[in-house]
């Protein structure tokens, strides 16, 4: 159980395009999703939360119009980097949590997305 | 603020040597800790937590105590594989639901 899926998993785009990445919860239903950046042998940096049906909360120094984030559902949030640039180029990962649940405090991570932005 | 703090890799080791990496970190009230491992070019699966003093974390072989008294948090394991070969996260919650991760360890375990 606690499956999440990411898709794309590796994705090329040309610089000044948009790309979307869905993430999925695919055997419960999450009403927190997480939205992380990983550069190259580095730690995970946390770029925003999503609340299903409510605004992201961006972290410190993350554009939020930049990277649009939408939790339409309790089983699915979209990450949109709008007009990429070659430094957007990253290892993106969300993660999903369910408080509702006895396991309140564990975040299941997707596999990630390879965005290379040309 | 709060804080994970782990030990620098790469981690070299024989197979079925012991294997310990360090945890600690700094945080207000009692976090929940956790270990997360990431093979190459995939995402962070669970490894083991723990969400209160004295608890011991177990899953696949691999063992981490919640000590309170020291702030840490150190991930062991009695005798590694080679396909123990990764990278090691440390996390805390401190009750936000959001993560601080450390920087990983990269452990290579050669046959």
Not at chain 2, 8 to 29: D, Q
């Amino acid at each position: 159980g606690a499956v999440v899926s990411q898709h794309p998993s590796r994705v090329i785009c040309k610089s000044g395009t948009s790309v979307k990445i869905e993430c999925r919860s695919l055997d419960f239903q999450a009403t927190t999703m997480f939205w992380y950046r990983q550069f190259p042998k580095q730690s995970l940096m946390l770029m925003a939360t999503s609340n299903e049906g409510s605004k992201a909360t961006y972290e410190q120094g993350v554009e939020k119009d930049k990277f649009l984030i939408n939790h339409a559902s309790l089983t699915l949030s979209t990450l949109t980097v709008t007009s990429a640039h070659p430094e957007d180029s990253s290892f993106y990962i969300c993660s999903a949590s369910t408080p509702l649940a006895g396991d309140t405090d564990t975040q299941y991570f997707g596999p990630g997305t390879r965005l290379t932005v040309l | 603020g709060d804080s994970v703090t782990q030990m620098e890799g790469p981690v070299t080791l024989s197979e079925e040597a012991f294997l310990t990496i360090n945890c600690t970190y700094t945080a207000t009230g009692y976090p929940s800790l956790f270990w997360y491992v990431q093979y190459p070019g995939e995402g962070l699966q669970l490894l083991l937590k723990a969400t209160k003093a004295d608890d011991k974390g177990s899953n696949k072989g691999f063992e981490a105590t919640y000590r309170k008294e020291t702030t840490s948090f150190h991930l062991e394991k009695g005798s590694v594989q080679v396909s123990d070969s990764a990278v090691y996260f440390c996390a805390l919650d401190s009750g936000t639901y959001k993560y601080i991760f450390g920087t990983g360890t990269r452990l290579k375990v050669l046959a």
